[in-house]
């Protein structure tokens, strides 16, 4: 690996974090600057643009909830099982997304949602893939007789996505922890009544 592309990484690895803790807008100039210990010049030298840092930095912190979505998927089980396998990432994992700042795409949503088009479209598009993961896994239990054909699979990922990440908005907006356990519990029976 080059050096420029060590700094880059280094820079991502540092910001990212606050990023999703601060926000993009909230994050200033001296934070990133005390964060990665560098200039002005250095942060930039490595990136076009605020914008462009908080692009890279965006999609460093989904890598953690990607890795939890492509386990489920290829999880080697039943429909429901690969759902009960994405509720129980985020289950076991809550208290770290927590102390990170929250969900890094629901923080970037929030954010992104009228001042910032460029976020928005990326938050748009795992969204969207999210929601096309889900569908399929319910599309490839219908096409095994796991589940009933007049199940509505998109009607359904969107309760589903709806229920994860409002919980874990409940949750650290009232700083209570159960409320998204309770929550979690709920839509594990929901996807245990599926049929």
């Not at 250095?42 to 953690?64: E, M, P, R, T, V």
């Not at 999210?130 to 007789?145: L, S």
């Amino acid at each position: 690996m080059k050096k420029a592309e060590r700094t880059t990484r280094y820079i991502i690895e540092k910001v990212a974090p606050i990023f999703n803790q601060k926000g993009v807008y909230g994050t200033s100039l001296i934070d990133l600057t005390e964060a990665t210990g560098l200039t002005k010049g250095s942060i930039y030298g490595n990136f076009q643009n605020k914008d462009d840092l908080a692009g890279a930095c965006f999609q460093h912190n989904l890598k953690f909830l990607q890795r939890g979505l492509y386990h489920a998927i290829t999880l080697n089980g039943s429909s429901k099982d690969k759902l009960l396998d994405l509720i129980d990432f985020y289950r076991s994992h809550y208290e770290e997304v927590a102390a990170n700042g929250g969900c890094p795409l629901m923080n970037a949503a929030i954010e992104a949602d009228d001042g910032y088009p460029l976020l928005k479209t990326q938050v748009a598009e795992v969204f969207e893939r999210w929601r096309r993961e889900v569908i399929n896994i319910i599309a490839t239990g219908q096409d095994k007789g796991e589940l009933n054909r007049s199940f509505e699979a998109e009607k359904f990922a969107n309760s589903f996505i709806a229920m994860i990440e409002g919980g874990i908005l409940l949750a650290k907006t009232l700083d209570e922890t159960s409320h998204f356990f309770s929550i979690m519990e709920t839509l594990e029976e929901t996807v245990h009544n599926l049929n």
